[in-house]
């Protein structure tokens, strides 16, 4: 079994991502709203310019959604594939990243 974490920065891709999870029977997501490390810095006087330049850059970038998902280890691929067809793929810049962790015990949830 594996943890998958997908931060999604393109926010607007997350329900078309959640339909094709359930197409493909993967279920059991818990999504959090979420903000990265520079938006929560913006407080901070000498780094108000380049935040400032990111939102004129960048201005509908204000939030991420963080899904955590139990898998088993062969349907990482799987998610994986729908999220990078989806977003047009995480290495795009500011598009989001997915990690997995081992789950070495689970209560509660039964993987089907």
Request: proline fraction near 3%; glycine fraction near 6%; include cysteine.
């Amino acid at each position: 079994m594996k943890l998958l974490v997908l931060v999604l920065n393109k926010v607007e891709c997350l329900e078309d991502i959640l339909k094709a999870l359930s197409e493909k029977e993967l279920h059991g997501a818990t999504i959090l709203d979420s903000k990265g490390m520079a938006h929560s810095l913006e407080s901070f006087t000498e780094l108000h310019f380049m935040l400032s330049l990111r939102r004129v850059l960048d201005p509908e970038h204000k939030e991420s959604k963080t899904l955590f998902m139990i898998v088993k280890e062969e349907e990482v691929a799987t998610v994986s594939a729908i999220v990078n067809e989806i977003t047009g793929g995480l290495r795009q810049p500011d598009t989001g990243i997915l990690f997995t962790l081992p789950v070495d015990s689970l209560e509660g949830f039964t993987l089907k």
